[in-house]
């Protein structure tokens, strides 16, 4: 079982950036791959992006360029440095974290961007 607990949401104007962090924490023997996705009122819970255990990254288009992911494997705690928001970019934001046989969903931290 890995407990996940995300960190760092808030307010923010248009343009502004935001660090989200999450930590994971339990019996494990060692994480795969990590990620964010996000959930807006109203819509169903998409990728945002997600980094394998050797640093390998993927973004969604929508946030490519401004939002960057990286991990720490010795701490267990992947990040989420969000750069240049968009009202559009308000949201719940969920860290996931995948084991073998499973995949752990934090209770998220909710992001928003006013205009």
């Known amino acids: 079982q890995v407990q996940l607990v995300e960190s760092g949401g808030g307010l923010v104007q248009a343009g502004g950036s935001l660090r989200l962090s999450c930590a994971a924490s339990g019996s494990f023997t060692r994480i795969n791959t990590m990620g964010w996705y996000r959930q807006a009122p109203g819509k169903q819970r998409e990728w945002v992006a997600t980094?394998?255990?050797?640093?390998?990254?993927n973004y969604a288009d929508s946030v490519k360029g401004r939002f960057t992911i990286s991990r720490d494997n010795a701490r267990n705690m992947v990040y989420l440095q969000m750069n240049s928001l968009k009202p559009e970019d308000t949201a719940a934001y969920y860290c996931q974290a995948s084991t073998i046989g499973s995949a752990n969903w934090g209770q998220g931290t909710q992001v928003t961007v006013s205009s």
């Open positions: 980094i394998t255990r050797d640093g390998m990254t």
